[in-house]
Each structure stands twice: as structure tokens, then as C-alpha cells.
T-cell receptor, first 109, second 116 residues
Framework: KQEVTQIPAALSVPEGENLVLNCSFT??????LQWFRQDPGKGLTSLLL?????REQTSGRLNASLDKSSGRSTLYIAASQPGDSATYLCAGPRNKLVFGAGTILRVKS | DTEVTQTPKHLVMGMTNKKSLKCEQH?????MYWYKQKAKKPPELMFV???????INESVPSRFSPECPNSSLLNLHLHALQPEDSALYLC???????????????FGPGTRLTVL
């Protein structure tokens, strides 16, 4: 059974810091990997999708990488802002998504 | 437009009630999904519809009954629910779940369900 681990579980940083969120899968046969953002009580917002043929994807201040050999992905957030405060979830390995427990991020102004 | 809409936003029902959740997308997507999210937990897949046919049922109790009347609409019919079924129910869609998982899933805002 596929399991997804996210580290750290929570993170509190001052505004402006660069951040790294980690995600790992027990089964490295990953066809796609999505990073989502969830604000309290809300639905999920898709941030980035990395397909198995890709090593990384970028959108604005966000960069996600995928190492298929190890089943690991990293979400890098540059110059964090208070508006980035949310729970970040990674999910994969294909369309039948299995989610990690998430990283709760708080960016202090 | 990458919007998935869900109605109602909130629903309170008794254990003997019958109610339905509705999900709609107009992106031309052929795969639609229901997820359940308990408080402080990640979403868990319940059902997948592909080209209006049920393709995955993750051993969900029969008190949850999905329906896909057309390619844009997905319903979840609820009957005789238990208090432990209280959760956020999320709908999602993607282009096509047959493409070995290369599609972005777009989620709706969810329906917050409380079973008394």
C-alpha cells in the first residue's frame, strides 16, 4: 500500500525566508505528483504537477522537484509571505491520489 | 476556467435523512472524483468516475451512493449516515484518468457535512 510522508509536520518562519517542504512515497513508481495548498476549512488549490518524465516544475516563487529513484519530492518556496500561510499537501503517484498528512506553514509578518 | 463548483457549502442532516451533494465542472474533463476529508486529516479517495462510468469504489459503505448523470455533473447521494460520516466532502475533476495519471486534478471548495 502506497504511503506518503511529509516533513516537517509544521513550520513557523519569519517573512522573507526561503522554505523547503519534503514529501516521500514508499513506492517510487510515481507517474505524477501534485502539490496542493489548503486554507482552513477550504478546498484544495493545485500548485504544481510534476509528471514522471519531468524533474521539476516552477510557478512564480514555487519550485517543485521530483527524484523518482528515491520516491522523493521537494517544494521550495522563495521569499515567503504571510499569505503563504496554509497547509501544503503532496499527493500521487497517479490519478488515484494518495495524500501525505501535510505541512502546516505559518509565515509571520 | 479551472473551476469546480460544489453545492451546498454546508449541510446538516439527521441519521434518517436522505440528502444529495452536487458537483459540477465545465472544463470538458472526463474523470471526476469524490474525496472525504476528516478534520485535521488528508483527503481520502472514495469514488472515481471515468467517462460517466464508475471505475473505482474504495470500499465505501453503501449509505454513500454516487451518480454521474452526465460528463459535467457528479452527485453523491446520502442515506442513513452516521455521526462519524461528518466531514468535508471534496469533488475533483481531471482531463482523463486513463492517461496513467498525468493530469492535474482540480478540486472544488467542498461541502461541510454534519450528521446529527
Amino acid at each position: 500500500k502506497q504511503e506518503v510522508t511529509q516533513i516537517p509536520a509544521a513550520l513557523s518562519v519569519p517573512e522573507g525566508e526561503n522554505l523547503v517542504l519534503n514529501c516521500s512515497f514508499t513506492d517510487s513508481a510515481i507517474y505524477n505528483l501534485q502539490w496542493f495548498r489548503q486554507d482552513p476549512g477550504k478546498g484544495l488549490t493545485s500548485l504544481l504537477l510534476i509528471q514522471s518524465s519531468q524533474r521539476e516544475q516552477t510557478s512564480g516563487r514555487l519550485n517543485a522537484s521530483l527524484d523518482k529513484s528515491s520516491g522523493r519530492s521537494t517544494l521550495y518556496i522563495a521569499a515567503s509571505q504571510p499569505g503563504d500561510s496554509a497547509t501544503y499537501l503532496c499527493a500521487g503517484p497517479r490519478n488515484k491520489l494518495v495524500f501525505g498528512a501535510g505541512t502546516i506553514l505559518r509565515v509571520k509578518s | 476556467d479551472t473551476e469546480v463548483t460544489q453545492t451546498p457549502k454546508h449541510l446538516v442532516m439527521g441519521m434518517t435523512n436522505k440528502k444529495s451533494l452536487k458537483c459540477e465542472q465545465h472544463m470538458g474533463h472526463r474523470a471526476m472524483y469524490w474525496y472525504k476529508q476528516k478534520a485535521k486529516k488528508p483527503p481520502e479517495l472514495m469514488f472515481v468516475y471515468s467517462y460517466e462510468k464508475l471505475s473505482i469504489n474504495e470500499s465505501v459503505p453503501s449509505r454513500f451512493s454516487p451518480e454521474c448523470p452526465n460528463s459535467s455533473l457528479l452527485n453523491l447521494h446520502l442515506h442513513a449516515l452516521q455521526p462519524e460520516d461528518s466531514a468535508l466532502y471534496l469533488c475533483a475533476s481531471s482531463q482523463d484518468d486513463q492517461s496513467v495519471g498525468t493530469d492535474t486534478q482540480y478540486f472544488g471548495p467542498g461541502t461541510r457535512l454534519t450528521v446529527l
